[in-house]
């Protein structure tokens, strides 16, 4: 099994993969981890040597914003989060729309983050 934990730079070059470029050149990010990625299939290269997000890498930057998210929210009920977002952790449960505004983190989300730091803890 691959180890698919991200590190911060990697995570990075994928956002910057994701803004695309302004021009033919990678920036020392994108060429600092690129073959990782390429490797766990987030990034391909065309055959004019320009980089893309995958499917996969993708998904993977929607999760982490989903999981920033719900910290945010665990903070701060009334905390900005992207629409798609909340559409997401809402119909999973781990967030409900407060009467007063914002949103509250459920049972389910508040056990989803504690698994998340018990698995960081253990690594």
Do not use: W
Not at 3 to 32: M, Q, S
Not at 80 to 105: N, Q, W
């Amino acid at each position: 099994m691959k180890n698919e934990k991200l590190t911060t730079d990697e995570y990075d070059a994928l956002e910057h993969i994701l803004r695309g470029a302004r021009h033919d050149r990678v920036n020392a990010c994108v060429g600092r981890n690129a073959k990782r990625l390429s490797g766990l299939k987030m990034v391909q290269y065309s055959k004019d040597g320009k980089v893309a997000l995958t499917d996969k890498g993708h998904q993977t930057l929607f999760v982490r914003r989903c999981i920033i998210g719900l910290r945010a929210l665990a903070q701060d009920p009334a905390a900005a989060v992207e629409a798609d977002v909340s559409l997401f952790l809402g119909k999973k449960s781990h967030i409900v729309l407060r009467e007063a505004g914002g949103f509250e983190v459920t049972d389910k989300g508040r056990e989803s983050l504690a698994d998340m730091d018990a698995q960081d803890q253990a690594k």
